[in-house]
């Protein structure tokens, strides 16, 4: 079982920035994938980035070239920073995990934190 917490959330204005962190309860280094998702007021929760154990990144295009992603192995913990905040980015962002682990694989979510990009 693997536990996550999001954290840095909050209200920016358009233009601005804010970082994102996801602090996982175990080690993720061996992971099959580390990834951020949202979830916009009456849509559906879409992906925003996903970084796989190869070390391939996926990002949306609605955020490429805006966010970042990153990690800390020796604090077990995921970054997103997002840059060029718009208002469409409004939405609650989930960090994710998913995880091999014997034979069954496994996906674990955060609680989520709210981001609101507004003047």
């Known amino acids: 079982q693997v536990q996550l917490v999001e954290s840095g959330g909050g209200l920016v204005q358009p233009g601005g920035s804010l970082r994102l962190s996801c602090a996982a309860s175990?080690?993720?280094?061996?992971?099959?994938?580390m990834d951020w998702y949202r979830q916009a007021p009456g849509k559906e929760r879409e992906l925003v980035v996903s970084?796989?154990?190869?070390?391939?990144?996926y990002f949306t295009n609605a955020v490429r070239g805006r966010f970042t992603t990153s990690r800390d192995y020796v604090k077990n913990t995921v970054y997103l920073q997002m840059n060029s905040l718009k208002p469409e980015d409004t939405a609650v962002y989930y960090c994710?995990?998913?995880?091999?682990?014997?034979?069954?694989?496994?996906?674990?979510w955060g609680q989520g934190t709210q981001v609101t990009v507004s003047s």
């Open positions: 970084t796989t154990n190869l070390g391939s990144t």
């Open positions: 175990g080690s993720i280094v061996s992971v099959d994938s």
């Open positions: 994710s995990i998913l995880k091999t682990t014997g034979r069954a694989q496994n996906r674990y």
